[in-house]
Nanobody
Framework: QVHLVESGGGLVQAGGSLRLACAAF????????MGWFRQAPGKERELVAA????????YYTDSVRGRYTISRDNAKNTVYLQMNSMKPEDTAVYYC?????????????????WGHGTQVTVSS
């Protein structure tokens, strides 16, 4: 069965760091763009970062650029999100998702497979 499993969420103080991982099972995601989204209570799900099939192209939303780094290891079928200098407003459930295609997709409607999410909480 094809599915995604996120890990690495938790509670961190403002200014701290977390590293999320998303492992894909059931098929190779080498030809897929991988994205990290987040959804805070009462807010829309937003794209935080995305990476194309070989890591040569990345996207970051303005609020995390310079603090977050997305990367992938195709041999492990895994994508990572390193989050540094975290802020209380980063608190959300973080989801990984896949988009079939070699270039970045920035709309959540373009992603067709989703993980169940992992909670990230940043205390002030």
């Amino acid at each position: 069965q094809v599915h995604l499993v996120e890990s690495g969420g938790g509670l961190v103080q403002a200014g701290g760091s977390l590293r999320l991982a998303c492992a894909a099972f059931g098929r190779s995601f080498r030809d897929y763009t991988m994205g990290w989204f987040r959804q805070a209570p009462g807010k829309e799900r937003e794209l935080v970062a995305a990476i194309n099939w070989n890591g040569g192209e990345t996207y970051y939303t303005d609020s995390v650029r310079g603090r977050y780094t997305i990367s992938r290891d195709n041999a492990k079928n895994t994508v990572y999100l390193q989050m540094n200098s975290m802020k209380p407003e980063d608190t959300a459930v973080y989801y990984c998702a896949t988009h079939y295609g070699l270039t970045i997709a920035t709309q959540k409607e373009q992603y067709d497979l989703w993980g169940h999410g992992t909670q990230v909480t940043v205390s002030s």
